[in-house]
Structure formats: C-alpha cells, structure tokens
C-alpha cells in the first residue's frame, strides 16, 4: 500500500509522550475495552517472557531512550503529507490515525449523529492514563475514561518477534483501526453492555470481535476517505495487505496465545478476545462488506 504523496496529514490527532514514561508500573483498569488488542493476555504471556515490561525500541519507528523526549512538535514538524507517510514511520501512524477517524466522522455524520475525535498518544516504556498506569507490556488500549488511545509503536516489532506475524504497514493500520472501534463503542454506548469478562460467548469477546470487524469495514473504505485538502490518504490496498492484516489477527486469537505462548493447554473459561478464527471471520466481514452495521456481535449467537 501507498499514501497519497500530496495529500496532508494533521498532526493534532496525536500527542507523542515517548521518552517522558520510563518505569511506570501497573495495569490500566479494565471497562468497556479498556485493554485494547491483546490487553491482559499479554502482560501475562511477555511477563512470562520475561519481558519486565520494557519493549525493545526499533520497528522503524523514532528510537527512543529512557529521559530522552520526541515532542508533539517533532511529530508535526516531520509528518506534513502522505510523502511523508510513505518514508517515515511515524508518519504512516499519523496518516492512518487520520484515515481511520475521516471514515468515523462520515459515517457518523451519515446517521445524524457527530463523531467525537479521540487522540492517540505514543508512548515509551509506561504512561499514566485516567483508567491507570501502565507499561508498554500491557500492548495497545483504549481508555474510555478519557477516551483515547494509546500504544507504544515497538510493539509492531513485538508481534513480529514473539508472536511470529508477518508485519508490514497494514499490520499497523488494523491495530490502530481496532483500537479507535473500542472508542466507536464508548461513543455509543455498547461498551455499557459488558457484563461477562471472560469465555468464550462472553460480552468481552462481542466487544472484541465486535472492533475486529469495525477494522474491517474501515478497510475496505480506506481508498476513498478524504483529507481536509478532499484527496484520499491511501491510494491502494492490496490482497497482501489484507493477507498480513488476518494473519495478525490470527496470532493473537486467545487460542492461540495460550498454545503458543502460554504453555500449550487451552481453556476456554479464559477466553476474553476470540479465537484466531473468530476475529478473522470478523475482521473479514468488515471488510467484505464495509458495512459497520453488519458487525452486531452482541445479537447473535453465532460468533464462528
């Protein structure tokens, strides 16, 4: 995939924290979505890595050291346009961050209602959140206290060396994009119904599932939405893309995780994100279809 070198990127939709967290402990509390793609599972399965919570720094992405601070102002002095996208690592983040939201704002405005922008914020290391504090361990979340995200961008890198996926951009773009689905269901309210935290019907898997597929459906739009100067982000999404998008999905299924990396027995009472299966039939569905409506896992039982 490629971005449209021409097209602008707005920098204000993200803060960059990397360098400022350094130790900090913890979990963020869970609610709603609260822990993002992998949440819980993997503080478990890196703690018994022996990760300590500290992520390795590269990926492409700005290499940061402990105390040493990047800035808002770095980002948006280097992120100007999709060319920009196509070198920087960083800068692909911020273009598809600003995809992702476009589509969200018109969709919202489709069916009267108005999108509320969430911020992204890098960080490096641990971050304090108004749902906690937490380490880069913890992966990417959302916090529907004060409704933002926030991942430490090494943790492509992660998925790559501990879980094995392919990686590439579009890796990137389906992990943010199911990130701001989690702020999709605070929004409207459908986080509200989580009542069950774990199994594998439970209102935590809908929930994940559920952002799965909202990934999905983002994606099959992402050649079209528009910047403010009215020219799409991307300008091409390939059957490898999508390809490398299922297969990260299918590494961090709770199957999966807990084979692979947990010790090889399975147990379904534990389940809190969907098997390897489920969240590629969801995001699939997404994607097939781009159509959000289609993705209502809390009304049916069948979930794959």
Same mark, same amino acid.
């Given at each position: 995939?490629?971005?449209? $070198?021409?097209? $602008?990127?707005?920098?204000? %939709? /993200?803060?960059?924290?990397? +360098? *400022? ?6 979990? /963020?509390?869970?609610? @709603? ?14 703690? %018994? ?20 601070? /990047? ?6 002095? !280097? ?22 939201? +476009? #589509? ?14 969430? %911020? ?12 906690? &504090? ?33 990686? @590439?951009?579009?890796? $990137? ?6 990130? #701001? +689905?989690?702020?999709?269901? &605070? ?11 774990? @199994? ?7 929930? $994940? ?21 009215? !020219?799409?982000?991307?300008?091409? /999404? ?14 961090? +299924? ?7 990396? *947990? ?14 299966? %489920? ?10 279809? @781009? ?14």
């Amino acid at each position: 995939m490629q971005f449209n $070198e021409d097209a $602008e990127l707005d920098t204000s %939709q /993200v803060s960059d924290l990397r +360098g *400022g967290g350094g130790g900090v402990g913890g979990r /963020v509390a869970l609610g @709603g979505g609260g822990l993002g793609i992998v949440g819980l599972i993997i503080y478990f399965v890196l703690s %018994q890595l022996g990760g300590g919570g500290q992520l390795p720094t590269g990926a492409g992405f700005e290499d940061v050291g402990r105390g040493q601070q /990047v800035g808002s102002e770095a980002i948006k002095s !280097k992120c100007k346009t999709g060319a920009d996208a196509n070198k920087n690592a960083d800068c692909r983040a911020v273009a598809f961050i600003n995809s992702i939201q +476009g #589509y969200w704002t018109d969709q919202f405005a489709r069916s009267g209602r108005t999108y509320q922008p969430a %911020q992204t914020n890098f960080f490096s290391g641990g971050v304090q959140t108004r749902c906690g &504090n937490a380490t880069s361990a913890v992966g990417p979340f959302y916090c529907p206290a004060d409704a933002q995200v926030y991942i430490d961008l090494v943790f492509f890198q992660e998925l790559q060396q501990k879980f094995g996926a392919t990686g @590439g951009p579009f890796v $990137e773009a389906y992990v943010l994009a199911h990130e #701001y +689905g989690h702020h999709l269901q &605070n929004l409207l309210g459908t986080s509200d119904r989580v009542r069950t935290r774990s @199994g594998p019907k439970s209102d935590s898997v809908r929930l $994940e599932l559920q952002a799965d597929c909202y990934a999905g459906a983002w994606a099959n739009h992402a050649t079209t939405v528009p910047t403010s100067s009215g !020219k799409p982000l991307i300008t091409g /999404v390939t059957q490898d893309d999508i390809a490398a998008a299922l297969d990260a999905a299918a590494r961090i +299924g709770d199957d999966f995780i807990q084979k692979e990396l *947990g010790g090889g027995r399975i147990d379904t009472t534990q389940f809190t994100h969907g098997t390897s299966a %489920q969240r590629q039939k969801w995001y699939t569905l997404g994607y097939d279809t @781009g159509d959000p409506a289609r993705c209502d896992t809390f009304g049916t039982d069948n979930l794959g």
